[in-house]
T-cell receptor, first 111, second 116 residues
């Protein structure tokens, strides 16, 4: 059974820092991995989708990497801003047809 | 347009009421999903529709009844709910359901449901 773990559960950093959020999964037989952002009381916003054949994806200040063999993904946020404060969720998709979510990392960027 | 629209944004209902949540997308996606999310928890899958047919039901109680009238619309009919059903209900869509070609999932803003 696929399990997804995100570390740390919460993170507080000063504005301007570069930071890394971690996601690990137990079954490497995935089709893709997706990173989402969720603001309090809102829906999920898709940030990046990495297919299983890819190693990384970039969008603006965000870079996500995928090492399928070791069951790990990282989301790198460069030059963090207070507007980046949110909960970040990673989710993997495999042959069950279901998206399996991690518990999320709640990020606070202080001005 | 990468938008999934959900209505209503907020809903308060009694345990004897019947109400519906609605979801709409115009991205040509053929898979649509209902998720339930409790505070500080990740979303939990409830139902998956693929080509307007129910393909996954995660053993959801029958007081939740999904409906997919066409490829752009998804409804969730609610009847005789319990207070513990209070949650954020999220709709999502993707190009296809399951498999390597599922593609990116796009979520709506959710419907906040409170059951009194």
């Amino acid at each position: 059974k696929q399990e997804v773990t995100q570390i740390p559960a919460a993170l507080s950093v000063p504005e301007g820092e570069n930071l890394v959020l971690n996601c690990s999964f137990t079954d490497s037989a995935i089709y893709n991995l997706q990173w989402f952002r969720q603001d309090p009381g809102k829906g999920l916003t898709s940030l990046l989708l990495i297919q299983s054949s890819q190693r990384e994806q970039t969008s603006g200040r965000l870079n996500a990497s995928l090492d399928k063999s070791s069951g790990r993904s990282t989301l790198y946020i460069a030059a963090s801003q207070p507007g980046d404060s949110a909960t970040y969720l990673c989710a993997v998709s495999g042959n069950t047809g279901k998206l399996i979510f991690g518990q999320g990392t709640t990020l606070q960027v202080k001005p | 347009d990468t938008e999934v629209t959900q209505t209503p944004k907020h809903l308060v209902m009694g345990m004897t009421n019947k109400k519906s949540l609605k979801c709409e997308q115009h991205m040509g996606h053929r898979a649509m999903y209902w998720y339930k999310q409790k505070a500080k928890k990740p979303p939990e899958l409830m139902f998956v529709y693929s080509y307007e047919k129910l393909s996954i039901n995660e053993s959801v109680p029958s007081r939740f009844s999904p409906e997919c009238p066409n490829s752009s619309l998804l409804n969730l009919h609610l009847h005789a709910l319990q207070p513990e059903d209070s949650a954020l209900y999220l709709c999502a869509s993707s190009l296809l359901a399951g498999g390597r070609n599922t593609g990116e999932l796009f979520f709506g803003e959710g419907s906040r449901l409170t059951v009194l």
